[in-house]
């Protein structure tokens, strides 16, 4: 949706605000040129505040991305561009967080097994305004599911994949892209992206609806 | 689903039967290690006496594997396991194949835009028989089907992805992994694996199966 845009944003200062590896992959496939700036906000809103898990990711990402904003015009190195996400594995209206321990890893791949869950990724935008624009720029911000379906897992399946210390870092304790994640996973509803951590189309939609605020 | 069984599988002697690197990035991803034959069959079957887009694509997947089980065994040097794979991008019942030429791909990425289109990988999977068995080996084959959404593309969007090079050697004119096709899609509904050519969960569950008879 941005391939013919690409020579506009690559003219621009973008910064993505996640040190995930996995972002950083699917936008610099994109083809996307940018600077990572690692968000200092603490992640600790209490999501019994929010109405949904989609309402607390999103409001996650939005913190991340004014934190990292505020702090590069204060550095004096504001950015044209900064991008955040935050990414939530749901089961049962329930936020499942990176696991704690291997036992812990265990224990939600037991829950995922044989059933359906929803990853929801929060996405922030903010844009430098023109000139005579607000300092707080213009600010784009949305949600997207992806339902994904897990096959029924054997213990021993689950003891290995944790063993190979692969879901320890991440959200519900498994990844789509690796071995394990691959295998388990029978099929999804959405964007394949998105539960790696960034909505690919939504975002590059979004990008190019802001392309003539640049 | 096979992460358990690596240390009985890796013990094999397993051939994939397929010179795409996707497919064989897909694989190594699950931790099975193999060697790669290529096929000689020659893709030439009338697709039209065929009664779907699918049973096309599985009767093409299992004559490569019945080519290569046949050279290897020729050539003394057997294998236990021989995977084989074959991938249709389908439209409207139609089978879109590698595009000819730039203005080929052109045409097809205009066909899919907007729309939903099916992408059915056929698998054929021969197994050695343990003792006393024949030489054809056991045969597990299936079919597994993905569907893609097409978000609405402008022709400047078209060109500059077909500018890349990377749809003229992929059926239906894109690659889901790439920047085009992952800006490009909405979502799918099934194994994104199989979009890229081999169905991972699929594949997986059969290869369990076939465990006992190693």
Known sequence: ??????????????????????RQEALRNIGL?????????AEDLDKQSFASPAAYC???????CAEVWARLREEQRSADIVISADTVVVLDGRVLEKPSSPADAERM???????????????????????????????????????VTFAELSPEAVRAYVATGSPLDKAGGYGIQDGGGSSFIK???????????????????ELAGLAPLL
Request: charged content about 25%; overall charge positive; proline content about 4%.
């Open 109 to 147: 791949l037991r829950e995922l097994s044989g059933r359906d869950h929803d990853v929801y990724t929060g996405v922030c935008i903010r844009v430098r305004t023109p000139a005579g624009g607000s300092d707080e720029g213009t600010v784009r911000q949305f949600t997207e599911r992806t339902t």
């Open 58 to 64: 999103l409001e996650t990402a939005s913190r991340k």
């Open 33 to 41: 040129k940018f600077e990572v700036v690692v968000s200092k906000f």
């Open 187 to 205: 099929g999804i509803v959405g964007d394949y992206w998105n539960v790696t951590g960034i909505p690919v189309h939504h975002l590059c939609a």
């Open 1 to 22: 949706m941005i391939i013919h845009l690409l020579p506009l944003f690559n003219s621009k200062r973008i910064v993505l605000a996640s040190g995930s590896p996995r």
